[in-house]
């Protein structure tokens, strides 16, 4: 079965410093992976994806993430974190037998001015 | 477009009472889901459609939980009786097709509390 694992329930940085939010994923064959972050009392919002190509994806706000399949891992990076970054961010993994999205239990990303 | 809308936002109710939340998709999406979340269990797929079809419902948890797709505007989570380990935020999320794409639309939400 397909599953991504976010190892850090919280991880903390300083405003104007890098973050990474960690992910790593177990499928069979070449996975799609995807990243949402959830507000404080809002849905999930899409934020990015890795289909095949190049293995840095950018997405919104800045954020990217680097795709490395001998470590099977799909980690979130922004250069420069934002209080306002602060929230829920969810690692997620296309199942390619049932089309569905499966989602990681989440990381709270906590940027301190 | 408005986005994926559900109500209520909040919803307070004792044990044994029915719940309905609602669900309006984003027009033109032929894929509706219904997550819950919790602290415990985190994001949970209960169920999906795909042009107002259940697909797959197998994150339904017991009998008291049903969901229904009258149309491509319109979707019910129904939770009938509630006991308070179904308090939790349920979201709705649309898609207009699945495959590579991946990409959800989620609403707010719909916090449940069930006393």
């Known amino acids: 079965a397909q599953s991504v694992a976010q190892p850090e329930d919280q991880v903390n940085v300083a405003e104007g410093n890098p973050l990474t939010v960690k992910c790593t994923y177990s499928?069979?064959?070449?996975?799609?992976l995807f990243w949402y972050v959830q507000y404080p009392n809002r849905g999930l919002q899409f934020l990015l994806k890795?289909?095949?190509?190049?293995?840095l994806v950018k997405g919104s706000y800045g954020f990217e993430a680097e795709f490395n399949k001998s470590q099977t891992s799909f980690h979130l990076k922004k250069p420069s974190a934002l209080v306002s970054d602060s929230a829920l961010y969810f690692c997620?993994?296309?199942?390619?037998?049932?089309?569905?999205?499966?989602f990681g239990t989440g990381t709270r990303l906590q940027v301190f001015p | 477009d408005a986005g994926v809308i559900q109500s209520p936002r909040h919803e307070v109710t004792e044990m044994g009472q029915e719940v309905t939340l609602r669900c309006k998709p984003i027009?033109?999406?032929?894929?509706l889901f219904w997550y819950r979340q919790t602290m415990m269990r985190g994001l949970e797929l209960l169920i999906y459609?795909?042009?107002?079809?259940?697909?797959?419902d197998s994150g339904m948890p017991e009998d008291r939980f049903s969901a229904k797709m009258p149309n491509a505007s319109f979707s019910t989570l129904k939770i009938q009786p509630s006991e308070p380990r179904d308090s939790a935020v349920y979201f709705c999320?649309?898609?207009?097709?699945?495959?590579?794409?991946?990409?959800?639309?989620f609403g707010e939400g719909s916090r449940l509390t069930v006393l």
């Open positions: 890795y289909i095949t190509g190049d293995n």
């Open positions: 459609f795909n042009n107002n079809v259940p697909i797959d």
């Open positions: 997620a993994v296309r199942d390619r037998g049932t089309d569905k999205l499966i």
């Open positions: 999320a649309s898609s207009p097709r699945l495959g590579d794409t991946g990409e959800l639309f």
């Open positions: 499928v069979s064959g070449n996975p799609y």
């Open positions: 027009s033109g999406h032929d894929y």
